[in-house]
């Protein structure tokens, strides 16, 4: 028998009597130390249990729209008139009425047919209600049909469609029985408390929960047993004391207020981004405290979400206009302006403003050039212009900028000027401008044009690379500046400096630009952030290098591993969207798993079968693995779910021209730029099959007609020239390959064309 087995039986016979005996004769340095304490997690208690050491708090809390956010229908909660009030959208009269104490909606189910629903939970409360309703496989729906609880003299008590005059029908995701206006992912994360959305991808179906409903003290201030548990001597999970003993005071020479100390953190700030940011969710359990981007991956200032000054456009939520701003930069934090508990502002009118900015200097006509007291001198009019969402919802704009109607001369972006003064042009104001101050409007956001550039085509690659690596801009405006490289000029220069960038935004950003260069440059940028401290970089580090994964090894490989696992984690906590089974299947497709993905993109058909993307994705894959025939059954397959989508006429326009069926491709590449007049990419592929048709003078009809609309679209601009040079239309080719030269200068293909051209 071996010594190692004979001291096995040994210990065996001693542990009922000997074996404290045995660690008595171990000396006490070479004894185990004691193992780690592992506590639960803290639980959710309510906002009840607050009440007793918080009462001040709790009662302020108890008038806000937090408090009011989603609660179950009842007399209390309900303000819509449900008195047998009907409103007419279409073809659709819908009825809302009481029976049996409870709430009903007489509308359109998702075959259509008119049937009764049974109001479940009131959503929000000002200036809009809405009501949710229960479906099948846990799903809670959000009806089109609002409650307007403005006052009868602001036009409000009355029912609307949100979606009034666009008739949407049932099987459309808009409707609001389809995937567009499902409660479980779109809004339950910011009208709940503690939620977990558990959506079961094998039965489709959610057994979504939470902790309360609302937005209560636990959604700010993270579960709170311990801290009750302990008599309030345990701290929550996260401390919102940024603003502790700080204060603010103004340099007498430039009158700019300053902080006390640097606000070298931005915990209130990511708490309250969680609701009010547009964002994806990538992981469930987020607590307060623990970093958004483990969590949530936040927009960027793209179009069409901001216009290119980075004004809000579409519903934004604050999040990304404020992290844009002087005042973010200069320190300041959300409850700086608004009661955290009650939600609403500080003081109101000018005198918000002025607990920072001098009023002599700021309220005054001698700066805002308004008569006092008029809405052109309040100055939220002039630096927080409003936009409405939701028809009658006035958002104001969280990027506190300087009007600057000359940037709306150059970009068509909107400025508070012309907003107020309706009929009269941003050359108009900017006159006036000029004549105040003698100069344009200086701000300081200054990225418009670079970003309007961008997003019309014409990339300035110097002046994004510029504001890219530029430490006075806010980590939010390079991330933008990053998004625009990788869409249009991708520079492993540029992705070089901002992989190691302290903030994750901007880190998630430069990984963007990694994505279309080679494999080389993608190994070597994202590989280090496979270990980066935070999910989100960690699993787009993945999704960069899953078609380069096999020239990883050791730790980089183990990093790759796990982080390709959380990525497929995130991936299958939003199976519930089609686009999130599509981006699934396509990295397991470059992670060299075909099969895996083939399985992925067919179960996003039989999910949403009218989501095109997942015909396309898998009708490539079927190309890729060698079966054009399988690729076009398809093709052919979604368009006759979706007759109408362009980019299936387009790729099955593609695979018949692979298959040398010209006539037939021809024909559907027509129907798809017919289809899509706005994409010049579709414009393109049609006049190249009319020229190979020998059909050019209508190849060079398209391509005219679309360089018209796209500018500075450097294939149509080529593809032009040469038609018409072989054509024999030299001057017009002479003068369209210039154009070239001068448009993309560095570009030797258009450069020697130009050459082939001079007599």
């Known amino acids: 028998m071996s010594l190692l087995r004979r001291l096995a039986l040994a210990a065996g016979a001693l542990a009922a009597g000997g074996v404290l005996i045995w660690f ?31 009462r001040a708090a709790y009662e302020a809390w108890g008038t806000s729209q937090h408090r009011l956010a989603m609660l179950p229908a009842g007399a209390a909660s309900i303000k819509g008139r449900f008195d047998g009030a009907q409103l007419r959208d279409g073809a659709v009269t819908s009825k809302m009425f009481q029976r049996d104490g409870r709430y009903w909606v007489r509308t359109d189910g998702p075959d259509g047919t008119l049937t009764d629903f049974e109001v479940k939970y009131t959503f929000g409360v000002f200036p809009l209600q809405q009501y949710l309703v229960a479906l099948p496989h846990g799903r809670l ?167 290119a000054d980075g004004q809000q456009r579409d519903e934004v939520y604050i999040y990304g206009s404020f992290l844009q701003s002087r005042m973010a930069s200069a320190g300041v934090t959300c409850s700086d302006c608004h009661d955290p508990h009650t939600a609403q502002l500080r003081a109101t009118g000018n005198a918000l403003c002025t607990r920072c900015h001098v009023a002599a200097r700021y309220d005054a006509p001698s700066h805002h050039h308004h008569v006092a007291a008029t809405p052109g001198a309040q100055c939220v009019n002039c630096h927080m212009p409003a936009r409405i969402y939701m028809q009658i919802d006035a958002r104001r704009d969280h990027s506190f900028r300087v009007p600057r109607p000359d940037a709306s001369i150059a970009t068509g972006a909107p400025n508070a000027c012309t907003a107020c003064h309706d009929g009269r042009s941003a050359q108009w104001a900017a006159s006036a401008i000029r004549q105040w101050y003698g100069h344009d409007a200086r701000g300081f956001q200054d990225f418009a044009q670079a970003f309007h550039d961008a997003d019309t085509g014409r990339p300035d690659a110097a002046a994004l690379a510029a504001i890219a690596s530029s430490s006075m801009e806010p980590a939010i405006v390079r991330a933008s500046a990053l998004a625009r490289i990788a869409a249009a000029v991708p520079s492993a220069a540029v992705a070089d400096e901002a992989v190691a960038a302290a903030d994750p935004l901007v880190r998630l950003m430069a990984l963007r630009v990694a994505e279309p260069l080679d494999s080389a440059d993608q190994v070597r940028l994202a590989a280090p952030l496979l270990r980066d401290p935070v999910r989100a970089v960690r699993i787009a580090s993945a999704r960069v290098l899953a078609a380069a994964s096999m020239h990883l090894s050791g730790a980089d490989r183990t990093a ?25 299947g396509v990295f397991q497709f470059d992670a060299g798993k075909p099969g895996d993905a083939e399985v992925t993109f067919r179960s996003a058909i039989d999910f949403a079968p009218d989501f095109v993307p997942a015909y396309v994705n898998l009708a490539e894959l079927l190309r890729q693995t060698g079966s054009e025939e399988k690729a076009e059954a398809v093709l052919r397959q979604g368009l006759a779910r979706v007759p109408g989508s362009a980019d299936l006429h387009y790729a099955l326009g593609l695979s018949l021209t692979r298959s040398h069926r010209a006539g037939e491709a021809l024909d559907e590449l027509k129907r798809a730029a017919a289809l899509a ?62 154009l070239l030269v001068r448009r993309f200068p560095h570009d030797e293909e258009a450069r020697a064309l130009y050459r082939s051209l001079i007599p």
């Open 24 to 54: 008595a004769l171990v000396p006490a340095r070479s004894r185990p130390a004691p193992a780690p304490r592992i506590e639960p997690p803290a639980t959710y208690v309510g906002a009840e249990a607050c009440a007793s050491c918080h």
């Open 141 to 307: 729906q959000a009806l089109p049909l609002a409650w307007d609880t403005r006052a009868a003299a602001d036009g409000g008590q009355r029912w609307f469609d949100l979606y009034s005059g666009q008739h949407v029908a049932h099987g459309d995701p808009l409707h609001w029985t389809g995937r567009e206006q499902n409660w479980n992912f779109m809004c339950a994360d910011c009208h709940t408390t503690g939620l977990r959305k558990q959506y079961d991808a094998s039965s489709d179906s959610f057994d979504t929960a939470w902790a309360a409903l609302g937005v209560t003290c636990e959604a700010c201030h993270g579960p709170g047993s311990r801290h009750v548990e302990s008599g309030g001597q345990r701290r929550l999970t996260v401390r919102l004391d940024e603003r502790a003993h700080v204060t603010w005071t103004t340099d007498p020479r430039s009158g700019q207020p300053a902080r006390s100390a640097p606000r070298t953190t931005s915990r209130e700030i990511e708490v309250c981004a969680v609701c009010h940011a547009r964002r994806a969710q990538i992981a469930d359990g987020y607590v307060p405290g623990e970093p958004l981007m483990d969590f949530y991956e936040p927009s960027t200032l793209d179009s069409p979400l901001y216009f």
């Open 560 to 584: 790759f591993d796990a982080a390709a696992g959380e990525l497929v984690a995130s991936e299958r906590y939003n199976a519930d969207r089609p686009e999130r089974r599509v981006a699934l």
């Open 677 to 738: 007049s706005a994409n010049a990419r579709f414009a393109y592929a049609y006049a190249l099959a009319l020229n190979g048709a020998g059909r050019a003078d209508e190849a060079i009809r398209v391509l005219g007609s679309t360089l018209s609309s796209h500018p500075q679209d450097r294939d149509v601009l080529f593809a032009l020239a040469s038609f018409e040079r072989d054509a024999g239309r030299l001057a017009a080719a002479r003068k369209h390959a210039a």
